[in-house]
């Protein structure tokens, strides 16, 4: 049975840093492409960023280019999203997500598994 949960949200600061963790039970990355995901509410699902496991292509959302960083252990089976220089506008709740297929942006109705969510607040 595919399981993705995510850790890592939390409270912090403008300015400040988080890393989002994705354990993925039930199958190996190498075949698979994983997405970060975020909702804030009253807004629409955002693809922020996406790993292809086999090449190592990366994709981000324009508004966390330079910001946020995706990466991916093999070994753990675990993708992380490392979040630097956070903005209140990052408040949302994140989720990691698995597809057979790679697109960019990611299009949240071609992932197959989700996992349940982590909330991250940017608040001062």
């Known amino acids: 049975q595919v399981q993705l949960v995510e850790s890592g949200g939390g409270l912090v600061q403008p300015g400040g840093s988080l890393r989002l963790s994705c354990a993925i039970s039930g199958f190996t990355l190498d075949y698979y492409a994983i997405g970060w995901f975020r909702q804030a509410p009253g807004k629409e699902r955002e693809g922020v960023s996406c790993i292809n496991s086999s090449d190592g292509s990366t994709y981000y959302a324009d508004s966390v280019k330079g910001r946020f960083t995706i990466s991916r252990d093999n070994v753990k089976n675990t993708v992380y999203l490392q979040m630097n220089s956070l903005k209140p506008e990052d408040t949302a709740v994140y989720y990691c997500?698995?597809?057979?297929?790679?697109?960019?942006?990611?299009?949240?109705?071609?992932?197959?598994?989700w996992g349940q969510g982590t909330q991250v607040t940017v608040s001062s």
């Open positions: 997500a698995t597809t057979r297929f790679w697109e960019v942006p990611p299009n949240p109705d071609t992932y197959d598994y």
